[in-house]
């Protein structure tokens, strides 16, 4: 018996993201749905052949989707919430529930399921909502389908399913009843995986791959007696499939192993230690699946310590019983190195994406038995490896002893809160509930437009320039029309918040068709963090004089967090992140201290991404903060006591790490409150944030000009939690996304909003 080659999901956007624009011109109404179900049939055709030519032995199914594959999954159980029913068409009723619908004709107007994280990463699931007495019912025609596909491209595949305990895990009560649980629909929903894996045994599947990821969260813990029962039933079930089933993202507890299944899939990239421990766990027969490429990442694999885990897991278990696999799906990989013609051919060798990762994949399970490989693929990863690590662009000495030499002072302000707070009220001269933005304003199609121009050199450089200049200007007279009282430059200069930076500082790379989904049809191209990172010059020191120029009101500086901006990019896995992180944080407190010295009085360092690193086990998140914390404080902590720090964050709930956020001792912090608007101000106030906040008053994300009336009520309730005094007035993230009109509709009652609540309180006060 060889050792088998495995693949657990495969990208499916398409190399040059066909199905992205597929399905934005199916939404458009330019195409059909035959039309997007064409091309989502050429995407899977053309991966199975990818696989399939690489000599893989196990290549998955139903690992595709329109949207997204936990929708997919709730479709398929039958989890549609009940204001879908009335959408007959089953497309517009699955893309109802992945985007929303609104229908004037009909006066239909449903809102889309609630949309998340997938674990730590950048992808984003669509949360299924369960009704209180929630029953499922089978629709197995695209899993059947898939496989009649696959088997057509001359594929007998494996196909992927996520698992019931993850599926409950990842869902959420529709009406909140106190202390039920999703997984209290566990026995009910086991039955439905058993009449699925009896149609797939009957279908003629040799293998499925059940997706158990939420078994390495502290979560499943919980919950483990409850799983174990139903995954135990399902083990037993006579007729059924022999099934793989797939953890990833961290380590699994050799005591949450189930039991009953052939083969067990562990993610060695993120978790190698879990290995010895688990090996003993498996009894005689189990097979255990090693996720030693990295599905995440685009590093080629340094194969030689791959191989040794390869070779000591057949030590024990014999070859029989390893395969080779990704550490989880490729899916959070960019598709094909091989179509990347500007990357240095240096740079190049040292990556592999999708395409490159089958063939190490294929490689290390052939050579799997040989101590000592020498074929092509083992030693082209030996020649990458070696020239990473002697690389000058790589290391930097002086980068290196920069960071040797961080010491506590560094970390911190040079006073109290309570003491800069005075000086910065006396430089800055603000009055009570300042208003301010987060820093972006619309990217109208005109900037777009003009950004296009200058890159295909359409546009000369100072015509561009001049263009940005003249953009800033409207922007800053529109906002002291506004009578806002902290401006900002706008940032259109800027694409991207990390892109930005990452193209200014050395250490980074740029792909050209490097995109990973983040959602549906939304991609990104996180940049290649690749090597110790400086700063050659200052970076934003012109935008933001040009802008303080403009103006008597304080203009804030704004730079992106080194925590964001290691998130963000694909980050070297030669050096703990935290270095990474401390490196990035050395370059920003050059160009922090830059503005400083260039006169901006205030300087908002954003870390949107702060709450998505945390470490999915919770042994594993203050070591975490710890370093995210400083990492932010070496950025920030330079500046003298009258200079004003700000940060931003966004996109998560914020509970859960309140301390570490008071820890980043920002003079104001401004933060998304959309989603939970009250909950957190009490947050807030319970662990005693002791310094400024701007809650956001309105929802960016959303076309609608809140009334002042509204945005009054909100400032007044936050006002009897927190502190008035300590309290700032801004919406909840940049407004890069809306147009001018809505934009200055917004603001104009944001800021009458707060004049009305600023009138109350020195009406109140003694004069
Ligand atoms: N300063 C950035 C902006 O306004 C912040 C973006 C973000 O939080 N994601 O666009
Ligand atoms: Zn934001």
């Known amino acids: 018996m060889a050792v088998l080659a495995t693949c657990l999901g495969f990208p499916r956007i398409g190399r040059d993201r066909e199905l992205k624009k597929a399905l934005e011109s199916y939404w458009s109404g330019r195409t059909t749905i035959d039309d997007l179900e064409h091309t989502a049939r050429n995407l899977r055709r053309r991966h199975w052949t990818a696989m399939k030519d690489a000599g893989l032995d196990h290549i998955p199914s139903n690992d595709f989707s329109l949207y997204d594959h936990v929708l997919d999954t709730a479709v398929m159980l039958g989890v549609v919430p009940e204001r879908f029913a009335s959408i007959s068409d089953p497309a517009r009723r699955y893309f109802a529930m992945a985007r929303g619908l609104q229908d004037a004709d009909t006066g239909t107007d449903v809102a889309a399921l609630e949309m998340t994280k997938w674990f730590d990463t950048n992808y984003h699931y669509l949360v299924p909502e369960l009704a209180p007495h929630q029953t499922f019912a089978l629709d197995p025609s695209r899993i059947l389908r898939e496989i009649d596909e696959a088997r057509a491209t001359g594929v007998d595949p494996r196909p992927v399913v996520l698992g019931p305990v993850s599926f409950l895990l990842l869902s959420k009560l529709a009406h909140d009843e106190d202390g039920r649980s999703t997984i209290d629909l566990l026995d009910d929903l086991v039955a439905t995986y058993e009449r699925l894996l009896g149609l797939l045994a009957a279908a003629g599947i040799g293998w499925v791959q059940l997706d158990e990821p939420c078994l390495v969260t502290d979560a499943a813990d919980v919950h483990r007696a409850v799983y174990e029962r139903a995954l135990a039933r399902l083990a037993r079930l006579a007729v059924r499939p022999k099934v793989v089933l797939a953890t990833y993202f961290a380590d699994l507890a050799p005591e949450s192993v189930p039991a009953g299944f052939e083969a067990l899939h562990v993610d060695l990239v993120r978790a190698p230690e879990q290995l010895d421990r688990l090996i003993p766990a498996l009894g005689d027969a189990v097979i255990l699946s090693l996720g030693v490429v990295d599905g995440r990442n685009v590093w080629c694999t340094d194969l030689d310590r791959a191989h040794a885990l390869v070779h000591r897991a057949i030590e024990h278990l014999g070859e029989a019983r390893v395969w080779i696999g990704p550490s989880c799906s490729l899916l959070h990989s960019p598709v094909d190195l091989g179509r990347e013609t500007k990357l240095d051919a240096e740079l190049r060798e040292w990556l592999a994406f999708a395409m490159e990762k089958l063939i190490e994949i294929r490689a290390l399970a052939t050579h799997a038995q040989s101590p000592h490989p020498t074929d092509v693929t083992f030693e082209r990863a030996r020649a990458a490896h070696a020239s990473r690590r002697r690389s000058l662009r790589v290391t930097d000495a002086a980068v290196r002893a920069r960071l040797a030499a961080v010491d506590k002072p560094m970390l911190h302000r040079a006073s109290p809160f309570g003491l800069r707070a005075k000086e910065q009220r006396s430089r800055l001269g603000l009055p009570m509930l300042p208003t301010t933005t987060i820093g972006s304003f619309p990217q109208t199609s005109d900037v777009r437009g003009a950004r296009a121009a200058w890159r295909s050199g359409k546009l000369g450089d100072e015509a561009y320039q001049s263009f940005l200049r003249d953009e800033t200007q409207r922007c800053i007279s529109r906002q002291e029309e506004l009578d806002l009282d902290m401006l900002v430059h706008g940032e259109f200069e800027r694409t991207d918040m990390v892109e930005h930076f990452g193209q200014l500082l050395a250490g980074f790379a740029f792909t050209e068709l490097g995109w990973v989904q983040s959602y549906g049809s939304r991609c990104v191209k996180p940049p290649i963090l690749f090597g110790d990172v400086s700063r050659p010059a200052p970076m934003t020191v012109a935008w933001s004089s040009y802008a303080q120029s403009l103006t008597k009101r304080i203009v804030k500086g704004m730079l992106t967090g080194p925590v964001t901006i290691l998130q963000w990019s694909f980050v070297r896995d030669d050096q703990p992140r935290r270095d990474t992180a401390m490196q990035i944080a050395l370059a920003l407190r050059d160009e922090v201290a830059d ?41 920030t902590s330079s500046v003298r006591d009258d200079t004003q720090i700000h940060t931003h964050m966004c996109y998560s709930e914020f509970g859960e790490i309140i301390d570490a956020i008071g820890d980043l001792d920002a003079d104001v912090l401004s933060i998304e409150t959309s989603r939970s608007r009250m909950e957190l101000f009490v947050d807030f106030r319970r662990a005693g944030y002791p310094n400024e906040v701007g809650p956001g008053v309105y929802d960016i994300h959303s076309p609608r000009v809140p009334t002042t009336d509204e945005i009054y009520d909100l400032l007044k309730r936050a006002a009897a939690v927190l502190s008035v005094d300590r309290l700032w007035v801004n919406p909840d993230c940049g407004l890069k996304t809306r147009g001018w009109p809505e934009v200055q509709a917004a603001l104009a009652n944001m800021v009458e909003a707060a004049h009305r609540l600023r009138r109350d309180y020195t009406e109140l006060r003694p004069a």
Do not use: S, T
């Open 595 to 635: 503005l400083e010295a260039a006169g901006i009085a205030a300087i908002q360092v954003d870390e949107p991404a702060i709450r998505e690193g945390l470490p999915l086990r919770r042994r594993d998140r203050e070591d975490y903060l710890r370093w995210a914390v400083e990492a932010f404080r070496l950025a």
